[in-house]
């Protein structure tokens, strides 16, 4: 029976008329059985009272007042709500559950607090502590000028200053939080990291002050350079001139000789892995500053080339690589417990390193560029598969069985969303390198949206992680719950404010382009999605302030008032006749 007959109006009536009654034979049938177990289950109760009934014949009138007696005892019961406290007051003398302090209203759950290490050498933590400072300078800055670029998506007439104009202001925001806030963040947990796991003391100490110092000086004269319009004109990300740059790779150079000596003298048998991490990264960062500035290979399409694997190298085998090094030392440390698999970071390391490094030109696809060429960097982007899949399998089943512990931690929510966006951004990013999505995707605001969700949601979620996590330690200081909470959702939310709205309004602006519509209408299509950027950064940029507060408060040499020692001291003061007489 083919289709056009079952569609046949005769057809269908028919077997309505067919279903009816068996439909109702159903019904009577289950009305039949639900009467007898209705039926059933009467006869049932009247059994047990038949026995009731024997049961209280056979009792003398003594025992049945007795029962009647217990039964309205029974009914007139009243808890008195001491059951599980008792009547005696509340005392914790072994000082475990903190019932002695004073009744209040708290606003944020208590956290687990850091513990300090007193065996840190004075000296390296003031290293540390330095850069974390540096690095958070460069967060507020280079962040202060993104919300303004923001901004100036909603109100373009802002300014009209040469020294401000949007094209001037881009670099020194992308450079400042690249190579100030990111750059040094890293390398101060670096400086914490590689002798911790080498269990020897840091090789160089004024090393690590030189690459601080020779850093910071790069990234000021370069945004001054890019402000007064002074630029390598050669890509983005690379817009320090070369002299600039040179200083920020002498900075990373010495960091690597201070970190592969450490290295080296270390007492433990094996290479902790973050270790082989870390110093790949730096190696890399070299690399593609040598790559990138040199200009021997840099004629034609050769400098489009370079562009895309500086570009793209800079973010997975620097900062992506630099950070996943910190992951694998930090996130075990604050669960208490080792990283799930050493085999699986190794699989990671390997293949990171492996497809990573090709996929720099999948920003040109359908360019002039050799076909080949792009098919390559597109199979590498898929090749991306195997190491995200791998670092995101060990993170996440490194907190199997401690999953309980986020909610005791203030590190581990930021260490989880990193994670999540850690894999969402990155096969995100595998996604826009074929050619069917580049076609939609390529040159609108989607790779903005792209490009925070990895550099922000990843790196800088994984950044904060490691300084709450280590300044501590080191300052023996905690910062506010509330602000630290404050910073995490005020960052978060404001990153989702900014990316979706982005990626759904890029999505259809690049469907524009595709139906041949007028530029004109992108612009207007886009304008609520860059309202929507607008207060998403503006979140952002406030989430940093809390943050800056929050190191603050770690590392202030202000001394706050304990009101138990102070007790004691004022007992044990001698007093005076002057005292006693007033």
């Known amino acids: 029976m083919n289709e056009s007959t079952m569609s046949n109006p005769g057809i269908i009536i028919t077997i309505i008329l067919l279903l009816l009654p068996i439909l109702l034979g159903i019904v009577i049938m289950i009305l039949k059985v639900m009467g007898t177990i209705r039926q059933a289950k009467d006869h049932q109760q009247l059994e047990d009272a038949d026995k009731l009934a024997e049961y209280l014949g056979n009792l003398s009138k003594e025992e049945l007042e007795e029962q009647l007696v217990k039964r309205k005892a029974a009914l007139d019961f009243q808890l008195s709500h001491q059951e599980l406290s008792g009547k005696m007051p509340a005392e914790d003398e072994k000082g475990l559950l903190h019932i002695n302090q004073p009744p209040g209203l708290p606003i944020v759950a208590a956290k687990k607090k850091a513990l300090p290490r007193p065996n840190i050498d004075p000296k390296l933590s003031k290293l540390i502590i330095w850069y974390f400072l540096s690095a958070t300078a460069w967060l ?41 806030w990111a750059s040094l963040g890293m390398l101060g947990l670096g400086y914490y990291i590689i002798p911790r796991v080498s269990n020897t003391k840091l090789a160089n100490l004024n090393y690590g002050w030189y690459t601080l110092g020779l850093i910071n ?18 890509g983005e990300y690379r817009e320090y001139i070369w002299p600039v740059m040179l200083l920020f790779a002498i900075g990373i150079a010495l960091t ?7 290295i080296a003298r270390r007492t433990t048998k094996e290479i902790y892995i973050s270790n082989w991490y870390i110093v790949a990264s730096i190696i890399f960062a070299i690399i593609i500053t040598i790559v990138a500035y040199v200009p021997s290979w840099q004629n034609g399409l050769g ?4 562009q895309g694997y500086y570009m793209h190298q800079g973010v997975g085998m620097w900062f992506m690589l630099f950070t996943l090094g910190i992951v694998y030392y930090i996130l075990p440390q604050q669960l208490n417990k080792p990283i799930y698999s050493y085999s699986l970071g190794i699989l990671a390391f390997w293949t990171q390193i492996l497809f990573y490094t090709l996929i720099g030109t999948h920003h040109f696809v359908f360019s002039s560029i050799p076909w080949w060429l792009q098919t390559v960097a597109i199979v590498g982007s898929a ?29 581990l929510p930021f260490f989880l969303v990193g994670i999540l966006f850690y894999f969402t951004g990155s096969l995100q990013g595998t996604a826009e390198a074929f050619r069917s999505a580049n076609l ?37 200081k905690e910062a506010p719950q509330i602000t630290i909470g404050a910073h995490f959702w005020l960052a978060l939310i404001g990153l989702l404010f900014y990316t979706i709205p982005l990626m759904y309004g890029s999505t259809l602006k690049g469907l524009l382009w595709m139906d041949n519509k007028p530029f004109i209408e992108g612009v207007v299509l886009m304008a609520p999605y860059w309202l929507w950027r607008a207060i998403g950064g503006s979140l952002m940029w406030l989430s940093h302030l809390f943050f800056a507060y929050n190191v603050y408060k770690m590392v202030s040499t202000r001394k706050e008032v304990d009101i138990q020692e102070t007790a004691i001291r004022k007992l044990t003061e001698p007093v005076t006749p002057i005292q006693t007489i007033a």
């Not at 000086?217 to 050669?234: Q, R």
């Not at 993170?395 to 931690?409: N, Q």
Request: aromatic content about 16%.
């Open 440 to 476: 939609i995707w390529h040159f609108t605001d989607f790779t903005v949206a792209h490009s925070h969700l990895t550099m922000y949601g990843i790196i800088c979620f994984f950044l904060w992680a490691g300084i709450y996590a280590i300044l501590p330690r080191l300052t023996g």
């Open 383 to 411: 090749g991306m598969v195997i190491p995200v899949i791998a670092g995101t399998t060990n993170f996440i089943l490194t907190f199997k069985g401690a999953w309980y512990k986020i909610s005791d931690s203030y590190t």
């Open 303 to 306: 400098e489009t080339i370079i």
């Open 140 to 180: 507020l800055f280079g962040t202060t000028i993104g919300e303004y670029l923001g901004i100036k998506f909603v109100a373009p007439d802002a300014d009209h200053v040469s020294w401000l104009s949007f094209g001037r202001l881009r670099p020194v925001h992308t450079n400042a939080v690249f190579w100030g």
């Open 217 to 234: 000086f790069a990234v000021l004269i370069g945004s001054i350079c890019l402000m007064a319009g002074i630029n390598n004109g050669g």
């Open 256 to 262: 690597l000789i201070n970190f592969i000596e450490t």
